[in-house]
């Protein structure tokens, strides 16, 4: 009885260490909002590196800029370096806004129990030219822009998608797949990518896409391609 009962509580102990997760580590968040005047024609660049970027258009006066940073689960100096390697600058002069996050990465965080989240959120008056630039962040645009002529997206390895409706979609790409629903025709869409799947819905006059294997999905063309 002796041996078993041993065994029972040698097994009990194994059970509770494989199933008892170590101590959670740092938790930092950074959840700011900025206002920056619009103008008819002003360009908002954003160059987010690996921080997902939303841009949306609506009945708003100024450019807003919402950063949501959020990390869990690492030391503290990592938790802290992580955010600030994620905290976007802004440059915001007469021609344009600038939004630029860091190049440089908070290094290797390590295994175990992280979570990291990094987001960066636009709303603009419909007059304003995005411009966006990721590695391989995700970038989501939604809504009207009748002055992007083209609409430029660009990433590495992000994947994009574009909701909405303006002149012309410009897209630079080597693997992050693109997704484009717009309301009315594009006037020309152009995209240049290696290994990034393309799909339009919505249509266009003039279409050229240069790829070396991904696949190509084009809906209700009425021009060239």
């Not at 344009?96 to 175990?112: H, K, M, Q, Y």
């Not at 979570?115 to 709303?123: E, I, K, Q, S």
């Not at 970038?139 to 012309?168: D, H, I, K, Q, Y």
């Not at 991904?214 to 009425?222: E, I």
Request: some cysteine; glycine content about 12%; overall charge neutral.
């Amino acid at each position: 009885m002796r041996s078993v009962r041993g065994s029972s509580l040698a097994l009990a102990a194994l059970a509770l260490l494989v199933t008892t997760p170590p101590l959670r580590g740092a938790e930092r968040v950074l959840d700011t909002t900025g206002r920056f005047p619009a103008a008819v024609g002003r360009r908002v660049f954003i160059d987010a590196g690996t921080v997902d970027v939303h841009v949306r258009a609506g009945d708003v006066h100024d450019i807003v800029v919402e950063t949501r940073l959020h990390i869990a689960g690492v030391g503290q100096h990592k938790a802290e370096s992580w955010i600030s390697a994620h905290t976007p600058a802004t440059d915001d002069d007469d021609d344009a806004l600038r939004i630029t996050v860091p190049s440089e990465g908070a290094g290797f965080l390590g295994l175990g129990y992280l979570t990291a989240r990094a987001r960066l959120g636009v709303l603009a008056p419909p007059e304003v030219v995005p411009d966006l630039t990721t590695t391989t962040g995700a970038v989501v645009v939604r809504g009207v822009f009748p002055l992007a002529n083209p609409l430029m997206l660009r990433t590495a390895g992000g994947a994009m998608s574009f909701e909405g409706a303006c002149p012309a979609v410009d897209i630079h790409s080597t693997g992050g797949d693109a997704t484009l629903h717009v309301f009315r025709s594009l006037e020309r869409l152009v995209v240049r990518t290696s290994s990034g799947g393309v799909s339009l819905v919505g249509g266009a006059r003039r279409v050229a896409v240069d790829t070396a294997s991904g696949n190509v999905d084009l809906a209700n063309l009425s021009g060239a391609a």
